[in-house]
């Protein structure tokens, strides 16, 4: 009986695990397919559920809709974004996890504060102040912005992540010859590396996903895909092959460096989150 029993219950969720699995992909599904679909079978109810797959979608979006510099434009500015917020977050909250100074609490508060804060409240006052600035061009105030967006998650997630590694390995290389600089570079990044990718992908994401940033401070010369594709949305009509197809352009590079990184980003998350 108890072996009936525990048999039903891993049944049951192995069944509801399947069932919550399905209702997530699904959505992702639907765009893939749509976006393979002609404009009838796109647009046709009940949905086409086989059919022959078609590229016309993919090659209306770049012929039509010029969606190749915004595409470009996407990938600059996050992989510009992503490094930035690497570089000023990794060493800040090294800072935070290791040293104890009277500013520490305000400065964690403070970069908590900002990452909190509606992107409406932060955008306008960007924007006046970025247009007084004459070496900021479309490009990098979207930029500077998502960096605002980039950095808190960095510092919060290392700023965990570094907490859980051990200081003697640090004492250890000093003592061997190393500079406090030295032993950062040589041991501990290393050991952080995991982390290090968990917060440079989570950056990414939302960098590649902004839209009110990318739409205010980017203008028509830094135009994301984000924003390319709400102009697919008219009062008139919805080009919903042409939305698929930009919805699975927007994904698969997320999908990508996911699956490539799994490994450590599951890793730096599990101890980032201590």
Not at 96 to 101: G, S
Not at 139 to 146: E, G, K, M, T
């Amino acid at each position: 009986m108890p072996i009936r029993r525990r048999w039903v219950g891993t049944a049951a969720v192995t069944a509801a695990t399947a069932v919550t699995v399905a209702l997530f992909l699904f959505p992702i599904y639907w765009i893939v397919t749509m976006a393979f679909k002609d404009f009838i079978l796109a647009t046709r109810i009940p949905p086409a559920w086989f059919f022959v797959p078609t590229l016309e979608n993919f090659q209306g979006l770049f012929h039509s809709e010029g969606f190749g510099r915004p595409l470009l434009n996407s990938i600059i500015i996050a992989f510009a974004a992503t490094a930035i917020s690497l570089a000023l977050g990794t060493p800040t909250a090294y800072a935070l996890a290791r040293f104890r100074f009277r500013l520490r609490g305000p400065a964690e508060f403070f970069i908590l504060f900002i990452r909190m804060l509606p992107t409406f409240a932060l955008v306008i006052p960007l924007f006046v102040l970025l247009s007084q600035v004459s070496a900021f061009g479309p490009h990098a105030s979207v930029i500077f912005a998502h960096t605002l967006i980039g950095v808190p998650i960095v510092v919060w997630l290392l700023r965990s992540y570094f907490g859980t590694i051990s200081p003697d390995l640090e004492h250890a290389a000093m003592l061997d010859g190393c500079s406090r600089l030295g032993a950062l570079v040589r041991v501990t990044l290393p050991v952080a590396a995991p982390g290090i990718v968990a917060a440079g992908v989570l950056a990414f994401i939302g960098s590649w996903n902004d839209f009110v940033y990318a739409l205010i401070l980017g203008g028509e010369t830094a135009k994301t895909m984000p924003v390319t594709l709400a102009g697919l949305i008219t009062q008139i009509r919805a080009e919903w092959g042409f939305l698929a197809a930009g919805g699975t352009l927007t994904m698969a590079p997320v999908l990508v460096i996911a699956l490539l990184v799994r490994r450590y980003f599951l890793s730096g998350l599990a101890f980032g989150s201590e």
